[in-house]
């Protein structure tokens, strides 16, 4: 696995997912015995479901095919959506996790759960819940006080409103 069958990797795959309206968060290339596994994480606004997966997979599978990119080795393809916990690293991430729970390490102070109420150019706007019955309490952070947010499973997720055109 060298550096520039990723980046050609990459380069193939990427227009390639942005043209059924994906877009290419992760791509991996293991190698598990004789055969390489060849991972692609796709995410879009809405979600992924497992038919436009399995779309993109027949898709990359005849691109891949016809460029072999691969070379002689057989390889497994894999299509998935990313995990809830991911870490959140572009805008699009944290728009897509707005009204969703996160855990963020900030640069000093101790790492904390809040639920993602919105965003801009600065920072994140965050309610923290309340604990032992107090209700929660707002707080803002600005990307600069940030050094990691993850996404969290949440099971008392509430319905954002959807904003206003």
């Known amino acids: 696995m060298s550096t520039t069958q990723i980046d050609r990797l990459r380069e193939l795959l990427e227009p390639l997912a942005a043209r059924q309206g994906m877009d290419l968060e992760d791509l991996t290339l293991t190698r598990a015995g004789r055969r390489q596994v060849l991972q692609l994480v796709v995410d879009t606004d809405e979600g992924v479901q497992l038919d436009e997966c399995a779309e993109l997979s027949r898709a990359a599978s005849e691109l891949l095919d016809a ?20 870490p959140l690293t572009q805008p699009r991430h944290f728009r897509r996790a707005v009204g969703r729970m996160v855990r963020i390490r900030p640069t000093s102070g101790e790492v904390f759960t809040a639920r993602l109420l919105g965003l ?24 600069a006080e940030v050094e990691q947010v993850r996404g969290e499973v949440d099971f008392s997720r509430k319905d954002m409103p959807e904003e206003e055109a």
């Open 120 to 143: 801009d150019e600065e920072g994140l706007d965050l309610e923290i819940p309340g604990e032992k019955g107090r209700r929660p309490k707002p707080r803002r952070i600005t990307f």
């Open 67 to 86: 460029e072999d990119v691969m070379g002689a080795d057989p390889y497994v393809l894999e299509v998935t959506s990313p995990g809830v916990d991911r």
